[in-house]
């Protein structure tokens, strides 16, 4: 076992969030404890407790991890047409929950003990990237509110998610359209019931 001088604070939670990473790329979050954590990175569980609290809080570190990596999955469209950048947002996320499964699910599972709120920071990383698809959204549709915007993304959003999970279960029962194809589908379908932009749906 290691002793705690030989690394720092941060030097064990980062080890702490790789490994459970690296065993989510395997396996699922069900055959995963605490115990096995710390094993893994040659400390004792108590060590991890000190650092993170317990180890639902472990599990949210690296949710948020999760969602900092996905952020960055999502930024960075350039087009000058909104819709082509929801629709690549949409590939890209459906991409990111695919090759990272059971960190993907992680994120929609983990619940807090006694129903405790998220940390802010955790809140704020999903604003986060609703705002990626609010931002697009204020490029389409002049004096858009505040309310209407975050309500437009949701909705959005909601059918891009449900298809992406339903790909993930392999439920989506269709032979002939892939999941690409259904996702941009979505979006032209969205775009034109809300009267957006109906030259370039």
């Known amino acids: ?4 001088k030989e690394h720092t604070h941060e ?9 459970v ?37 472990l599990l949210l570190t690296v949710s948020e991890h999760t969602l900092v990596n996905l952020y960055a999955a999502l930024q960075g469209l ?3 047409q ?6 690549h947002m949409a590939t890209r996320y459906s991409d990111f929950a695919l090759q990272h499964k059971s960190c993907f699910r992680l ?17 704020n990383l999903i604003k986060s ?29 909601g059918g891009i998610h449900g298809l992406t999970c339903l790909a993930l279960d392999g439920k989506l029962f269709n032979t002939h359209s892939d999941l690409q194809a259904m996702l941009h589908s979505h979006v032209q379908g969205y775009f034109a019931g809300m009267g957006i932009n109906r030259e370039l749906v």
């Open 1 to 4: 076992m290691a002793r705690r």
């Open 11 to 19: 030097q064990i939670k980062q080890m702490a969030i790789a490994a």
């Open 21 to 57: 990473v690296m065993h989510l790329q395997h396996d699922s979050i069900h055959s995963l404890s605490l115990r096995k954590v710390a094993a893994e990175i040659g400390y004792v569980p108590s060590t991890l407790i000190n650092i993170f609290g317990n180890y639902q809080y």
């Open 78 to 80: 350039t087009t000058e």
């Open 82 to 87: 909104p819709l082509l950048n929801i629709q």
């Open 107 to 123: 994120v929609f599972e983990l619940s807090l003990p006694d129903n405790q709120p998220l940390p802010a920071n955790h809140s």
């Open 129 to 157: 990237l609703f705002s990626l698809v609010e931002s697009q959204l204020r490029l389409c549709v002049a004096d858009i509110s505040d309310q209407q915007v975050e309500l437009m993304s949701r909705v959005l959003w």
